[in-house]
């Protein structure tokens, strides 16, 4: 009989937008053997030889809605145990209803593929400011929603239970490495949004928590995936630019409250066994180079 560790080196798994989350999710899939065959897509050629280099099988795949790849390429993609689609909505830079339409585009692929399991990567931005914690069920369907595409996706990934085991991971702000807060603040005046407490990951966690819950096995659940602790902005924002020598914002009073939500992750604890290496916003790891996205 196999052990558990020979079964997981057999779990072929696929990564649909191996992109700056994907990219290192696929490194530890192959370093930790969780999978001795990973494969990404992208959209960019030149990225196809950056992952032959690390052992990653690299598929050039276009959503435009519609794949305008050939049925071979969408065949040897899709002929996998595990997928895990990690696309940006790039909800303001395309037409209402495209995202659906690229992920029904990719429901149809799935329906005709051996894929048993799907981790379907999702977003806090789903939620509305009701100045409260939100949980899972505080957003079901698009009318609840601040991006009813997103959750539209969302649903469209459901209709694939229970014949497959379907997670879906609505990650808070992905932050780490090169992706600096207070690169995208320095120097502002007058800010009025300091108070409003963040809603973070960092992507060594983000990376983390999925590995644990494939090893641990994928569930027919929503979970949203956020650090713990909610630092505001202010606070992150200051000691990021101080960090790195940035002219840091200055904040005014507003006139009213802003409005804010704080996402709530104890549905993820009460499920999955999983310490956080970056509980704090405030001790994120950060560095001016991502060499290795």
């Known amino acids: 009989m196999m052990d558990k560790d020979s079964k997981l080196e057999k779990n072929r798994i696929s990564i649909l937008g191996c992109g700056w989350l994907g990219f290192q999710l696929a490194q530890r899939l192959l370093e930790q053997h969780i999978s001795s065959h ?4 992208t959209t960019s050629a030149d990225k196809i030889k ?14 435009k809605p519609e ?4 049925a071979t390429d969408l065949e040897s993609f899709f002929n996998t145990d595990t ?18 339409q690229q ?5 149809r692929e799935i329906k005709k593929s051996p894929v048993r399991d799907l981790i379907f990567i999702s977003s806090t931005g789903i939620y509305p400011e009701l100045n409260r914690i939100m949980t899972e069920d505080d957003v079901t369907t698009p009318e609840q929603s601040a991006s009813p595409d997103m959750v ?24 780490g490495y090169n992706r600096i807060p207070g690169k995208y603040v320095k120097g502002q005046k007058n800010m009025t949004t ?18 644990t819950i494939i090893k641990s096995g994928i569930s027919n659940q929503t979970f ?67 060499s290795d996205a």
Not at 103 to 107: F, L, N
């Open 152 to 175: 539209e996706a969302e649903n469209l990934i459901q209709t694939l239970r229970p014949e497959r085991n379907v997670s879906i991971l609505r990650l808070g702000g992905l932050m």
């Open 38 to 41: 990973v494969k990404g897509s």
């Open 194 to 211: 300091g108070s409003i407490p963040v809603n973070y990951i960092h992507r060594d966690d983000a990376v983390a928590i999925i590995l």
């Open 103 to 107: 992920i029904e585009a990719v429901v």
């Open 67 to 70: 794949f305008e790849n050939t």
């Open 224 to 290: 949203n995936i956020v650090a713990p602790i909610h630092t505001t902005r202010r606070e992150i924002y200051e000691a990021s630019c101080a960090q790195f020598g940035w002219e840091t914002p200055t904040f005014a009073e507003p006139d009213s409250k802003p409005d804010y939500k704080i996402i709530s992750a104890e549905k993820f604890a009460q499920h999955y066994d999983y310490a956080f290496k970056f509980p704090d916003p405030l001790q994120f790891y950060y560095s001016l180079e991502d």
């Open 83 to 100: 997928l895990i689609i990690s696309l940006p909505p790039r909800l303001s830079k395309n037409e209402p209803g495209f995202y659906q």
């Open 50 to 63: 950056k992952f032959t280099e690390k052992g990653i099988q690299g598929f050039l795949l276009q959503l």
